[in-house]
């Protein structure tokens, strides 16, 4: 029997121009730039320009993915798109992405699983491939955390930015490369300790994201390394075999944590995170086109994503390039 695989076709993203410095926080927020680059590795990150929205980031984010493809809106047939900050309650933001792409066929879909999102999406797409009659699948993390922080509230608004990745997967048969695996899981019993404290059922509001930052470090690196081990075993690898790991962005000490713990070597680590900060959904398409765009993740590599983020949700994903 034939062996159906998702493989990558293009890979793109966007960051909005206005950036900000830890300089700059430290003239609203008691804080310094000494204290973001030391506990978190952040040195500044992209905020998004008045009247931009999430799906304005990731159309561009779609556009620059279905440039580096070859291929147009028409080729596809559905937009995952994966965010916290939807730019209305409803419709779902992936469509208002169809529209600013022209895309008059298929369908479009939000998923929210926070800052594991992104992985969530890519499971997702690779399912739908898989099951058929899907042919192109356009996923997306798109966010404009910005818009739901305290901005007042220096142990979270320090650790975000906004930004959009996009990644095109098609369904081919007896193809070398592609998704190999895919990881994910979440428990409800930890919703307290990384939450927005508004929604539209609760409060009516939108709301500001509230975060136990420690409780949530240490099990981010736990679960982190554990989602890659099982990730890699059910396909008989082990994680060491991997060539690039390209983690979720939300603190250079939980990368090298979990990179010492796999027995990774730092240069096998895509970090972003310096420059981007926590962009949530949208961080691992963006460090990963990063590095593509760089030069240091080329065709065939064999790779790791992974992403941890409120619910608490996790996950991991195995792929070849
Ligand atoms: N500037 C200066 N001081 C600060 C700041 C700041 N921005 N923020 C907190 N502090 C102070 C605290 O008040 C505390 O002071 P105290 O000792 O007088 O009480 C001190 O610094 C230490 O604070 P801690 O919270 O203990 O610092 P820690 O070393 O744990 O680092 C951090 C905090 C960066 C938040 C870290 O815990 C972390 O990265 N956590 C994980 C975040 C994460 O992975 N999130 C997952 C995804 S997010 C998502 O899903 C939406």
Known sequence: ???????????????????????????????????????????????????????????????????????????????????????????????????NLGMRQGAAFDIQAVCSGFIYAVHIADAMLKAGPYKRVLVIGAETFSRILDWTDRTTCVLFGDGAGAMILSREENAENGIINNFIRSDGR????????????????????????????????????????????????????????????????ILDGVARQLGLKPEQVISTVAKHANTSAASVPLAFDAAVKDGRIKRNDLIMLEAFGGGFTWGATLLRY
Request: proline letters at 4%; hydrophobic letters at 35%; aromatic letters at 6%.
């Open 190 to 253: 930890y919703c307290n300790l990384l939450q927005v404290d508004g929604g539209p059922s609760r409060t009516q509001t939108v709301g500001h994201v509230r975060m136990e930052g420690k409780q949530v470090f240490k099990h981010a690196v736990k679960d982190i390394a554990l989602a890659m081990k099982s990730c890699a075993a059910e396909v008989d690898l082990e994680p060491s075999a991997i060539d690039w790991f390209v983690p979720h962005q939300a603190n250079q000490r």
């Open 1 to 99: 029997m034939s062996q159906i695989r998702s493989v990558i076709s293009g890979v793109g993203s966007y960051l909005p121009e206005r950036i900000v410095t830890n300089d700059e926080l430290s003239k609203t927020v008691d804080t310094s730039d000494e204290w973001i680059r030391n506990r978190s590795g952040i040195h500044e990150r992209r905020i998004a320009a008045d009247g931009q929205y999430t799906s304005d980031l990731g159309t561009q984010a779609a556009k620059n993915a279905l440039e580096d493809a070859g291929l147009s809106a028409d080729d596809l047939d559905l937009i995952i798109v994966a965010t916290t900050t939807p730019d209305f309650t409803f419709p779902s933001t992936a469509t208002i992405i169809q529209e």
